[in-house]
């Protein structure tokens, strides 16, 4: 009898486990939006640097508040960042914005357009909830390799995934969940830009970027746990048993 009990007993404890396995991941997987802008949609001049080319990443700060953090993280060269643009679940207009971190000389951002839905558009295709205009001086631009960090706190409950909407269409070449402008892309080599355009071999051409995917959150780790939870459980049978 006691035996049976131990067993019933360690069951249930597996299943405990198990369950708040399930839980703890289904949640990290709730609070953490990433998008990897990987495709150029202008007909314009992609960057250098084998795509995705930057970093979009929102985390849930707390019921209110959740946290952007954006990178340049594979922008070369004199390649930076002017406008970046995201989707939001509900008003735009009723978000603000708290500097946290990122490069420190010239202004943070030169302008959040915030307003109704569809209130700022990229160039090629899509209208977008939330605009980011960065400095476009030499010296303070969002350029190769730097990061900056908001906290996004809205007047109602939001997480990550409220900003995981596609752009409306704008008549151009689809819908994006995330849209940048990269300027000071080098043309090729005869110095033509993407859309035909000269520019010589000193000058730069640019480009509007998207992605039409989110960065899936990593799994193996979890199945691990869960296959030697499961595993381990096996041997304790088997142990009772003989």
């Not at 960057?47 to 959740?66: G, K, Q």
């Amino acid at each position: 009898m006691k035996e049976g009990k131990d067993i019933r007993r360690g069951l249930g404890l597996f299943f405990v486990a198990i369950l708040f396995i399930i839980a703890v991941s289904g949640h990290a997987v709730a609070d953490t939006l990433i998008l990897k802008p990987n495709v150029e949609f202008s007909v314009n001049t992609p960057p250098v640097n084998t795509p995705p080319w930057m970093t979009a990443t929102f985390i849930d700060v707390s019921p209110n508040t959740v946290r952007l953090t954006m990178s340049a993280d594979n922008l070369t060269g004199t390649e930076f960042i002017s406008k970046w643009f995201f989707n939001f679940e509900g008003t735009a207009a009723d978000l603000s914005f708290s500097f946290v971190s990122g490069f420190s000389t010239g202004p943070q951002y030169d302008q959040v357009y915030l307003g109704e839905s569809n209130n700022t558009k990229a160039d090629g295709d899509g209208y977008y909830d939330i605009g980011f205009y960065f400095p476009t001086s030499s010296g303070s631009r969002f350029d190769a390799g730097k990061t900056v960090v908001y906290d996004i706190t809205y007047t109602s409950a939001i997480t990550a995934a409220s900003f995981n909407f596609f752009s409306t269409p704008g008549g151009g070449n689809g819908s994006y969940l995330t849209a940048a402008h990269v300027q000071g892309i080098a043309p090729d080599s005869q110095g033509y830009c993407g859309n035909g355009s000269y520019v010589g071999t000193g000058g730069t051409c640019s480009g509007w970027v998207g992605t039409t995917s989110v960065v899936p959150e990593p799994v193996s780790s979890t199945l691990f746990i869960v296959g030697a939870a499961s595993l381990g459980f096996r041997r304790f049978l088997r142990k009772r048993v003989i």
